[in-house]
RNA sequence: GGGCGGUUAGCUCAGUUGGUUAGAGCGCCACGUUGACAUCGUGGAGGUCACAAGUUCGAGUCUUGUACCGCCCA
């Protein structure tokens, strides 16, 4: 084994060895029980691997390895997602750069252009989810465009259109004028700009007033309708029900009275654009009021626009505000932190605007989807996303579905020009359904790609058909993906899981939070704190990346991620290759392991210790594991495996396996075997590649980590072995500590008086590691149960257990100083005890704590007054 | 406006149902190449757990309020 770790040379074989393997199929497991199933979240078929898909692998990667090694039927499905505007802009830039456009190629060729890309650059970020170590069925990869999928949509779609649940109509939505085609609500995101606040005379028609109105859109006035104050606003009370005339163009609109008017925001009078405001689109429907829309699909203003047809929005705005300046009708514009939409797809500011559209009636759907949640038939972790779920529900609106791309699903619904009629089939039909025309055209629109995304989880399996795959392994047991598409991707599942499949499609939701830059920012390319997770793949290796990810956050709560963490986790990595190192190196030939039955009569208090920590740490790990607090399992085993295996046992067993006694010698090396090889299995989830090159080096029954089995704990507890190691760490640390303080060269061996009193047995025993650990002479060690004559000369110490400690370190003693010292540490004593007495002095704590909490307390105090009569005398002593 | 989360060591964060003297990593100080590991070891410094009140024998942990930060929804 080379003296580091390099994951380079492990990584890409090992995965290879196990898919070739076929691990990572369900069926390996060879266990008709439940199974254990998890979708993966679709990434776009041709991004690339970033951050977001790093922790959803990861996470997932662990869930799956942890239940495959319980030795159920694990399945975790991999696909890609066609991701309609990304992937059709990817295609469109390199036309673009070609000279040409999809406009020029057409629908058809375009398609084909796609299809070509997908080709090319598809498999892309499979490959690098492969480095990351997913263990995934590959055979069973889907995509949301291929032919079984398609197919899944297609009947999806019928089956909401036959049942009144899709229609289509004319309404506001968001239009983005750049992409060339709606989004929903969702896909708009509002940021604060700084904007201004334009003031101005909404004059009366018999010219004897007007009203103020402020706007942050003056251009959209050409499309006023009305305006509106609040009906017991007395400000404006005795215009309502006239008419006023819209600027420049002279219309005349009534006034009217909605209580939905904000009186305290700007003048208390708005003007009411049904065709460009969500908000004035809903009082328009509601005071009958017409909508005029003035945006062409380009965002310049069209034939309502009057003489500013044909300008851009904002140009229009400008010119239509300084028209109205020099009408006088203005008052002031004030600067304005205003709400601006934009895309959440490129960035551009959307425009509400009245469109013909295809729409889904989200209100059945999400009542049951409410209700399975309500029910406990899915249970969302962390719980409190549940209320956000809920939320979201209840206040659904319908959703928008129709997209003006060409890549995509290709809404099944035909249009008939001779009865203006609409056939939806499943098969392609010839001629229309209403009349029997054969001059039906297909609908031009694809559907938002969540549409497919929603039926992921059976369509994956097979649906519609009624396949093996699908009656095994659906519903899925756990959705695990990120808060931010709770709202895009999971309530959508449910929703069409419910629908179609008449059960949920997964049992369990698991959220992770999102992942910043080490100060908490959001990574972006122009902030350029962007971590690439091949680069820290390279530079650290993926058990590093994962690790990290696992285990630096809690669930549902955003990751501030750090290089100088990978750095550390790294680090663990190698630490784990060299405690496995030292431990091959010293097997000697003879070895062999044994099962897990231990007679504790011949060990020793570290080998009990250890024994009796992994398996608290097994039974803990486990506990937090089903409890979905991953992070917290795997930062107890980084401790375990640094700070008590290799810190102390290993150290320990440097010195036993030099023993003459080959009984010593073998019993050390099994412990160290065993400890090492559970450790390594509780960390495989984790960190799957290092775990699986130490193993391999071991004694090992098996040819694989990732197929062996959890390690299952006893109920027995080592409680005695747990305080007796607790002792001798303890007088190791001390007296480490006290050759710091009095600057002992580190090689020197001193001489030492242990007093150990009831201990003195059990140290005796344990002396040659005591001795070596704190480098004391064995020739000058003594170890008593008591001392008639406390050493000269020496620094007098006392820990737990009334243990005292001399270290006779004649020519380096201050006197004044170890006074003082022994005084500090007195004062440091008797503030314990107060604090300790004052409890038990208390009736209500004796009284009503629990006898356990009160016995610990007693047994407490009472080794401190040992401790502190101890160091009284040593302190006696010195003056 | 409604909701959620956060505030713990210089920095980034843990702290499971309330119960020893509140922990880790990084950073910092001192020392150290004794054959697992300098991607390391040993020892150390560093916190009135945002603030206030309350519940409790006992609060970082529960309740209420306040301040600040962040996110989601409208």
């Known amino acids: 084994m080379a003296k580091a770790y390099d994951p380079k040379q492990y990584e890409q074989p090992l995965y290879d060895w196990w898919e070739s393997q076929r691990y990572f199929k369900p069926e390996y497991a060879d266990n008709l029980g439940e199974p254990f199933v998890i979708s993966m979240p679709p990434p776009n078929v041709t991004g690339a691997l970033h951050l977001g898909h790093a922790i959803t692998t990861s996470v997932e990667d662990f869930m799956i390895r942890y239940h495959r090694m319980k030795g159920e039927a694990a399945l975790w499905v991999p696909g890609t997602d066609h991701a309609g505007i990304a992937t059709q802009l990817q295609v469109e830039l390199a036309l673009r750069r070609e000279g040409t456009s999809r406009q020029e190629l057409g629908r058809d060729k375009f398609l084909e252009r796609v299809w070509e890309w997908k080709a090319k650059y598809g498999g892309m970020i499979t490959k690098q989810m492969r480095r990351l170590g997913a263990s995934c069925d590959w055979e069973r990869e889907r995509f949301?465009?291929?032919?079984?999928?398609?197919?899944?949509?297609?009947?999806?779609?019928?089956?909401?259109?036959?049942?009144?649940?899709?229609?289509?109509?004319?309404?506001?939505?968001?239009?983005?004028?750049?992409?060339?085609?709606?989004?929903?609500?969702?896909?708009?995101?509002?940021?604060?700009?700084?904007?201004?606040?334009?003031?101005?005379?909404?004059?009366?028609?018999?010219?004897?007033?007007?009203?103020?109105?402020?706007?942050?859109?003056?251009?959209?006035?050409?499309?006023?309708?009305?305006?509106?104050?609040?009906?017991?606003?007395?400000?404006?009370?005795?215009?309502?029900?006239?008419?006023?005339?819209?600027?420049?163009?002279?219309?005349?609109?009534?006034?009217?009275?909605?209580?939905?008017?904000?009186?305290?925001?700007?003048?208390?009078?708005?003007?009411?654009?049904?065709?460009?405001?969500?908000?004035?689109?809903?009082?328009?429907?509601?005071?009958?009021?017409?909508?005029i829309n003035i945006m062409n699909k380009d965002a310049t203003l069209n034939e309502n626009g009057g003489a500013y047809q044909g300008l851009d929005r904002f140009v229009a705005r400008q010119k239509l505000w300084v028209d109205m300046e020099a009408m006088g009708l203005t008052i002031e514009a004030k600067p304005y932190k205003m709400q601006v939409p934009r895309s959440q797809r490129g960035g551009e500011i959307v425009e509400p605007l009245v469109s013909t559209q295809w729409f889904v009636k989200t209100q059945p759907l999400a009542e049951v989807s409410l209700k399975a949640v309500a029910d406990g038939q899915i249970k969302i972790v962390p719980e409190r996303f549940t209320k956000i779920?809920?939320?979201?529900?209840?206040?659904?609106?319908?959703?928008?579905?129709?997209?003006?791309?060409?890549?995509?699903?290709?809404?099944?619904?035909?249009?008939?020009?001779?009865?203006?009629?609409?056939?939806?089939?499943?098969?392609?039909?010839?001629?229309?359904?209403?009349?029997?025309?054969?001059?039906?055209?297909?609908?031009?629109?694809?559907?938002?790609?969540?549409?497919?995304?929603?039926?992921?989880?059976?369509?994956?399996l097979g649906w519609p058909d009624d396949t093996p795959d699908l009656r095994r392994y659906y519903p899925t047991s756990v959705m695990e993906t990120g808060y931010d598409i709770l709202f895009f991707w999971v309530t959508r599942m449910v929703m069409a899981g419910l629908e179609f499949t008449d059960d949920v499609p997964f049992r369990t939701v698991y959220l992770h939070g999102l992942i910043r830059d080490e100060h908490g920012k959001k990574m972006s390319k122009s902030s350029g704190n962007v971590i690439d997770p091949l680069v820290v793949m390279d530079e650290y290796g993926t058990d590093a990346l994962r690790f990290t990810l696992l285990t630096g956050s809690t669930p549902g709560s955003d990751m501030n991620l750090s290089m100088e963490r990978i750095a550390s986790n790294r680090n663990f990595c190698n630490k784990i290759w060299n405690a496995t190192r030292f431990v091959i190196s010293n097997l000697g030939v003879s070895f062999r392991s044994r099962d897990s039955t231990w007679d504790l009569a011949e060990l020793t208090v570290p080998d009990?210790?250890?024994?009796?920590?992994?398996?608290?740490?097994?039974?803990?790990?486990?506990?937090?594991?089903?409890?979905?607090?991953?992070?917290?399992?795997?930062?107890?085993?980084?401790?375990?495996?640094?700070?008590?295996?290799?810190?102390?046992?290993?150290?320990?067993?440097?010195?036993?396996?030099?023993s003459e006694d080959a009984f010593v010698q073998s019993t050390t090396r099994q412990v160290l075997v065993y400890v090492l090889e559970r450790t390594l299995r509780l960390l495989h989830p984790y960190i799957p590649f290092i775990t699986e090159v130490a193993w391999q080096h071991l004694p090992h029954e098996g040819e694989s980590l990732m197929v062996a089995r959890w390690p299952r704990s006893y109920d027995r507890l080592d409680q005695q072995a747990n305080e007796q190691m607790a002792i001798m760490i303890d007088l190791v640390r001390t007296i480490r500590n006290s050759r710091a303080e009095y600057r002992v060269e580190p090689a020197k061996w001193i001489s030492a008086y242990i007093v150990a009193g009831d201990q003195t047995t059990m140290l005796v025993k344990h002396r040659e590691v005591i001795s070596k650990l704190a480098r004391l002479e064995d020739s000058s060690l003594h170890i008593a149960p008591q001392l008639d004559q406390k050493p000269a000369q020496a620094i007098g110490l006392v820990i737990s257990n009334g243990i005292e400690i001399y270290l006779p370190l004649a020519d380096m003693i201050?006197?004044?100083?170890?006074?003082?010292?022994?005084?500090?540490?007195?004062?440091?004593?008797?503030?314990?005890?107060?604090?300790?007495?004052?409890?038990?002095?208390?009736?209500?704590?004796?009284?009503?704590?629990?006898?356990?909490?009160?016995?610990?307390?007693?047994?407490?105090?009472?080794?401190?007054?040992?401790?502190?009569?101890?160091?009284k005398a040593q302190l006696q002593q010195l003056s």
């Not at 654009?273 to 328009?284: C, L, M, N, S």
């Not at 010839?430 to 039926?455: H, K, N, Y």
């Not at 039974?619 to 399992?633: K, P, S, V």
């Not at 604090?835 to 016995?855: D, E, H, S």
């Open 608 to 658: 009990r210790w250890i024994l009796s920590r992994l398996n608290q740490i097994t039974a803990e790990t486990t506990r937090l594991i089903e409890d979905y607090n991953f992070g917290e399992a795997g930062r107890q085993l980084y401790d375990f495996f640094w700070s008590e295996f290799a810190d102390w046992y290993i150290e320990v067993a440097k010195i036993r396996l030099q």
């Open 389 to 460: 779920y809920n939320n979201w529900l209840e206040n659904i609106r319908d959703w928008c579905i129709s997209r003006q791309l060409w890549w995509g699903h290709r809404i099944p619904v035909w249009h008939c020009r001779d009865c203006q009629g609409m056939t939806c089939t499943r098969a392609d039909p010839t001629q229309c359904a209403q009349c029997g025309s054969q001059a039906i055209e297909r609908d031009p629109d694809v559907l938002d790609t969540w549409f497919s995304s929603g039926l992921w989880p059976f369509s994956t």
């Open 814 to 871: 201050d006197l004044t100083a170890e006074r003082e010292r022994l005084t500090k540490e007195l004062a440091r004593l008797s503030q314990w005890m107060t604090a300790t007495q004052g409890k038990l002095n208390n009736g209500n704590f004796v009284n009503k704590a629990p006898a356990a909490v009160v016995q610990q307390e007693r047994d407490k105090l009472a080794d401190l007054e040992v401790q502190q009569t101890k160091m």
């Open 144 to 291: 949301t465009m291929d032919e079984g999928l398609s197919r899944a949509v297609r009947e999806a779609f019928v089956r909401l259109y036959e049942k009144g649940l899709i229609y289509r109509g004319e309404y506001l939505i968001n239009w983005s004028p750049g992409l060339q085609t709606a989004v929903s609500d969702l896909e708009v995101e509002y940021t604060e700009e700084d904007g201004k606040l334009y003031f101005f005379k909404y004059m009366l028609a018999d010219g004897t007033d007007f009203i103020p109105v402020a706007t942050t859109r003056p251009e959209t006035v050409l499309g006023d309708t009305a305006v509106a104050v609040h009906p017991e606003d007395e400000r404006y009370s005795r215009f309502i029900g006239q008419m006023c005339v819209v600027p420049i163009l002279g219309r005349q609109i009534p006034v009217i009275a909605d209580p939905y008017v904000d009186r305290a925001f700007g003048t208390g009078a708005v003007k009411i654009t049904p065709g460009h405001d969500p908000h004035d689109f809903e009082i328009g429907r509601q005071h009958h009021l017409p909508t």
